[in-house]
């Protein structure tokens, strides 16, 4: 059955339809989530047909004009009844494990809704860093001055190498941040630097900060019971956005006889695993958006703005895979005791959620990646 109508995955095209034009929607899905595109189908979703196969045709388009080259699958069928029937076209394009792709005429396409469009500077930005070829926490902050990195901090992340950074020259303090990638060659605060050892990084940094919602229900729309935001060091959020979940989420217990008998839980670590891993592999490029956590009856929801990078899948993370969208916030972070870069974290998650029967979801889709773990007593 042809589809009712165009959106994110569907794309009618005409016979006629220029080779051009084909390169450009198969690079926008390949950007995207991948989708179809129906040969032999007008704008209403009427099919027209085609005059012959074009499978030859499109496999050689997706290997000189889309670059890195893809691999499309190609259907084609009979439409419509016998006497009148007439043959279409299904070119699949699975979502890109290359990114970013482009058009022989170096043009990069995404897919907004139902139509393609030029990326923009930011999308690009984003594209790239799902590659891992470029890296915005090692990018120097902007308006950010060494006088906002708090030298107490850096001074005890160096004397775990037993390092007493503060009596060391400012010479040796400057090389010492600059070869750590805390400040940049001009000893202007990277990103990364400023997140973790910043004294109030969200002042240059707006997206950055954890916040976290109290619900007295199961959905969004229930009443809610208390909001929070922590801002200051990604160190400062994680420790105490972990305080605000611990005293939300009482210990679940029965009566027995005249005992009350506390149920098993979820252990501390695994909220500080969650926490972690949205602060340390969220897109920080992504402007006006904060981490969020909410807190429900039944489940609790992390939702860290930024898609998975290119080569990790769902099915990857519970099995242990090790990523780096921001491998210097990795690098602080793991040195600094809340990490390690094995990928132990999100399988630790599954196995206790499992332990107690409870739900865990991970869903990657438009700019964020969610996770919801079932906690079926919250009180």
Same mark, same amino acid.
């Given at each position: 059955?042809?589809?009712?109508?165009?959106?994110?995955?569907?794309?009618?095209?005409?016979?006629?339809?220029?080779?051009?034009?084909?390169?450009?929607?198969?690079?926008?899905?390949?950007?995207?989530?991948?989708?179809?595109?129906?040969?032999?189908?007008?704008?209403?979703?009427?099919?027209?047909?085609?005059?012959?196969?074009?499978?030859?045709?499109?496999?050689?388009?997706?290997?000189?004009?889309?670059?890195?080259?893809?691999?499309?699958?190609?259907?084609?069928?009979?439409?419509?009844?016998?006497?009148?029937?007439?043959?279409?076209?299904?070119?699949?394009?699975?979502?890109?494990?290359?990114?970013?792709?482009?058009? &022989?005429?170096?043009?990069?396409? $995404?897919?907004?809704? @139902? #139509?393609?469009?030029?990326?923009? /500077?930011? !999308?690009l930005m984003r594209l790239f860093q799902a590659s891992g070829l470029f890296h915005y926490d090692l990018v120097e902050a902007a308006g950010a001055l060494q006088k906002h990195l708090n030298q107490s901090a850096i001074s005890g992340y160096f004397s775990r190498y037993k390092i007493d950074y503060l009596?060391?020259?400012?010479?040796?303090?400057?090389?010492?941040?600059?070869?750590?990638?805390?400040?940049?060659?001009?000893?202007?605060?990277?990103?990364?630097?400023?997140?973790?050892?910043?004294?109030?990084?969200?002042?240059?940094?707006?997206?950055?900060?954890?916040?976290?919602?109290?619900?007295?229900?199961?959905?969004?729309?229930?009443?809610?019971?208390?909001?929070?935001?922590?801002?200051?060091?990604?160190?400062?959020?994680?420790?105490?956005?972990? &305080?605000?979940?611990?005293?939300? $989420?009482?210990?679940? @217990? #029965?009566?027995?006889?005249?005992? /009350?008998? !506390?149920?098993?839980?979820?252990?501390?670590?695994?909220?500080?695993?969650?926490?972690?891993?949205?602060?340390?592999?969220?897109?920080?490029?992504?402007?006006?958006?904060?981490?969020?956590?909410?807190?429900?009856?039944?489940?609790?929801?992390?939702?860290?703005?930024?898609?998975?990078?290119?080569?990790?899948?769902?099915?990857?993370?519970?099995?242990?895979?090790?990523?780096?969208?921001?491998?210097?916030?990795?690098?602080?972070?793991?040195?600094?005791?809340?990490?390690?870069?094995?990928?132990?974290?999100?399988?630790?998650?599954?196995?206790?959620?499992?332990?107690?029967?409870?739900?865990?979801?991970?869903?990657?889709?438009?700019?964020?990646?969610?996770?919801?773990?079932?906690?079926?007593?919250?009180?």
């Open positions: 059955m042809i589809p009712k109508a165009e959106n994110q995955y569907i794309e009618f095209k005409r016979e006629e339809v220029s080779s051009q034009t084909l390169a450009e929607e198969i690079v926008a899905f390949a950007n995207g989530e991948g989708g179809e595109i129906w040969l032999g189908v007008d704008d209403q979703g009427v099919a027209t047909g085609i005059s012959r196969s074009y499978e030859e045709d499109v496999m050689n388009l997706c290997r000189t004009a889309v670059i890195p080259p893809v691999t499309p699958e190609y259907e084609e069928t009979d439409f419509g009844e016998k006497r009148k029937s007439v043959k279409i076209a299904r070119i699949i394009i699975a979502k890109g494990s290359d990114r970013p792709y482009y058009t &022989s005429k170096n043009r990069y396409f $995404i897919r907004v809704g @139902s #139509t393609k469009r030029i990326a923009s /500077r930011e !999308e009596e060391e020259s400012e010479e040796e303090r400057e090389r010492l941040t600059m070869a750590s990638d805390i400040v940049s060659k001009q000893l202007i605060p990277t990103v990364g630097g400023l997140l973790v050892f910043g004294i109030a990084p969200e002042t240059c940094l707006p997206q950055s900060g954890i916040s976290l919602a109290v619900f007295n229900g199961s959905e969004i729309g229930s009443e809610l019971r208390d909001k929070k935001i922590f801002t200051g060091s990604l160190p400062l959020q994680i420790d105490n956005a972990l &305080s605000a979940i611990k005293a939300n $989420i009482a210990t679940p @217990s #029965t009566i027995e006889g005249s005992k /009350r008998v !506390e149920k098993a839980s979820y252990p501390d670590k695994v909220f500080r695993e969650l926490l972690v891993n949205a602060c340390v592999h969220r897109n920080y490029s992504i402007i006006g958006s904060q981490i969020r956590v909410l807190i429900f009856d039944n489940k609790l929801e992390f939702i860290s703005p930024g898609r998975l990078p290119n080569t990790v899948t769902i099915d990857k993370l519970t099995t242990g895979t090790s990523f780096a969208r921001n491998p210097l916030l990795v690098k602080l972070m793991e040195n600094l005791g809340y990490m390690d870069r094995l990928g132990r974290g999100l399988p630790m998650v599954y196995q206790e959620a499992k332990r107690l029967g409870e739900e865990l979801k991970f869903e990657d889709s438009g700019e964020v990646f969610r996770v919801t773990l079932g906690c079926r007593s919250r009180n």
